[in-house]
């Protein structure tokens, strides 16, 4: 099973950037698709951000400010995250998943904290 791993989170203020990143141990070239997903506490994990080969898809509330990408050469994927605000705070998650067959698997997560 692939071991993904998060980076780039941290503590920034109200309209500032991070840009998060998923490396992937192993060639990530037979995932169909890779998302990032947040869940901030006492919430559900949600969807962020997908990318299906060269299709991008985003939540409602990031759309416009947020940025994803992947370099199958690296085995990464990244999430440029522009305009950043408070309701942004985090743990976010990096995810594969292939159709067929199935197979999926999540990083442990890193934490983004947007201060006022």
């Known amino acids: 099973q692939v071991h993904l791993v998060e980076s780039g989170g941290g503590l920034v203020q109200a309209g500032g950037s991070l840009r998060l990143s998923c490396a992937a141990s192993?060639?990530?070239?037979?995932?169909?698709?890779m998302g990032w997903y947040r869940q901030a506490p006492g919430k559900q994990r949600e969807l962020v951000a997908t990318?299906?080969?060269?299709?991008?898809n985003y939540s409602d509330s990031v759309k416009g400010r947020f940025t994803i990408s992947r370099d199958n050469a690296k085995n990464t994927v990244y999430l440029q995250m522009n305009s950043l605000k408070p309701e942004d705070t985090a743990v976010y998650y990096c995810?594969?998943?292939?159709?067929?067959?199935?197979?999926?698997?999540w990083g442990q997560g890193t934490q983004v904290t947007v201060s006022p």
């Open positions: 995810n594969v998943l292939r159709y067929i067959p199935r197979e999926s698997s």
């Open positions: 192993e060639n990530i070239f037979r995932f169909n698709t």
């Open positions: 990318i299906t080969w060269g299709s991008t």
